[in-house]
């Protein structure tokens, strides 16, 4: 493979990256909203961190982005190990389980755009946008 086309598969790479991101980035605050809405309702306890974010947010385009935000780090941050139980207890609290394609509608949707974002930034540095 030489330099040229490895620029060019860079570039090409980054570009899928960028309007799969913003395509999913929009599903994940309109479609898909409403799952998220479920999941948060069911492990926003009272008086937790994410009932606060709910009302300090609400429910615009950026308050959407933000409430998904939230309840995806809930699920990633309570799997660290000896410091997960704290976050999650100060967050919410999941009382009764989820089903797991319930969290999985949140999961990997917003995992995938970090992934999605990740790989364009990384483009952008292999192609030397940011010297």
């Known amino acids: ?3 040229e086309f490895l620029a060019d598969l860079a570039a090409i790479i980054g570009a899928a990256c960028m309007l799969i991101g913003v395509l999913l980035m929009f599903l994940m605050v309109t479609l898909f909203f ?3 809405e479920e999941v948060e309702r069911r492990i926003a306890t009272p008086g937790k961190q994410l009932d606060g974010i709910r009302s300090i947010w609400g429910n615009g385009p950026i308050g959407r982005w933000m409430r998904v935000s939230h309840v995806y780090a809930f699920f990633v941050f309570r799997k660290f190990p000896r410091i997960g139980a704290r976050i999650e207890s100060r967050m919410g609290d ?3 389980p989820l089903p797991r394609s319930l969290k999985l509608w949140v999961i990997v949707p917003y995992t995938a755009f970090v992934i999605l974002t990740f790989l364009f930034f990384f483009s952008g540095w292999y192609l030397g946008v940011f010297d």
């Open 1 to 3: 493979m030489t330099e």
């Open 34 to 36: 409403r799952k998220t």
């Open 94 to 96: 999941e009382e009764e």
